[in-house]
């Protein structure tokens, strides 16, 4: 079911880009494609990365972010700076013009569209399916994840910029670290 639901939402969304371009449109349309979480355990391959949907590990919240508008962005553009969907809200008000007080996020469009350098953000996760709390905090290149279920604890750290899929924990070898990114 899983496949089969990916299978039609890729089919529909290149129906929907013919239909721009055919309608001659595309230069000043803006489509943007993205995921709130990871795949599901078990039914998504998610690569190299650890961990899946439900959970503040790569697998769980790293997601492709795809940008089209022919006229703005060149075709090819890639970037790896670190975002969040709510960076979009940003992104989207800036596009319209107004002006959001309070309003979280980078305008991560302008930084697609400019080609700027990277910035370093700092970033939280949360969820809960149950007994089960995941938290992570990203501090640049560096990550601290903790699940908790029931009275069981878990952490460790992660520098992302050598070890994407999690797997070298660093948390023993650097404790003030690992406290510091805790305490943000």
Same mark, same amino acid.
């Given at each position: 079911?899983?496949?089969?639901?990916?299978?039609?939402?890729? $089919?529909?969304?290149?129906?929907?880009?013919?239909?721009?371009?055919?309608?001659?449109?595309?230069?000043?349309?803006?489509?943007?494609?993205? $995921?709130?979480?990871?795949?599901?355990?078990?039914?998504?391959?998610?690569?190299?990365?650890?961990?899946?949907?439900?959970?503040?590990?790569?697998?769980?919240?790293?997601?492709?972010?795809?940008?089209?508008?022919?006229?703005?962005?060149?075709?090819?553009?890639?970037?790896?700076?670190?975002?969040?969907?709510?960076?979009?809200?940003? $992104?989207?008000?800036?596009?319209?013009?107004?002006?959001?007080?309070?309003?979280?996020?980078?305008?991560?469009?302008?930084?697609?569209?400019?080609?700027?350098?990277?910035?370093?953000?700092?970033?939280?996760?949360?969820?809960?399916?149950?007994?089960?709390?995941?938290?992570?905090?990203?501090?640049?290149?560096?990550?601290?994840?903790?699940?908790?279920?029931?009275?069981?604890?878990?952490?460790?750290?992660?520098?992302?910029?050598?070890?994407?899929?999690?797997?070298?924990?660093?948390?023993?070898?650097?404790?003030?670290?690992?406290?510091?990114?805790?305490?943000?």
């Amino acid at each position: 079911t899983y496949v089969a639901m990916l299978e039609d939402l890729d $089919s529909e969304v290149g129906r929907l880009l013919k239909s721009v371009d055919a309608a001659g449109i595309a230069d000043n349309t803006l489509v943007i494609f993205v $995921s709130d979480n990871g795949g599901y355990a078990g039914a998504a391959h998610m690569g190299p990365l650890r961990g899946a949907k439900s959970t503040t590990l790569e697998g769980g919240i790293r997601v492709p972010l795809i940008i089209r508008w022919p006229k703005q962005i060149e075709a090819g553009t890639t970037s790896t700076q670190v975002c969040a969907t709510f960076d979009l809200t940003r $992104s989207m008000a800036e596009l319209a013009g107004t002006q959001v007080q309070g309003l979280d996020g980078y305008d991560i469009v302008k930084h697609v569209m400019k080609r700027q350098r990277d910035v370093r953000r700092t970033l939280f996760w949360r969820g809960r399916r149950g007994e089960r709390i995941w938290r992570a905090v990203r501090d640049g290149d560096m990550k601290y994840v903790q699940k908790n279920e029931g009275s069981n604890s878990e952490a460790w750290m992660f520098n992302l910029a050598s070890d994407v899929g999690e797997t070298n924990d660093l948390f023993s070898k650097n404790p003030a670290e690992a406290k510091r990114l805790r305490g943000l």
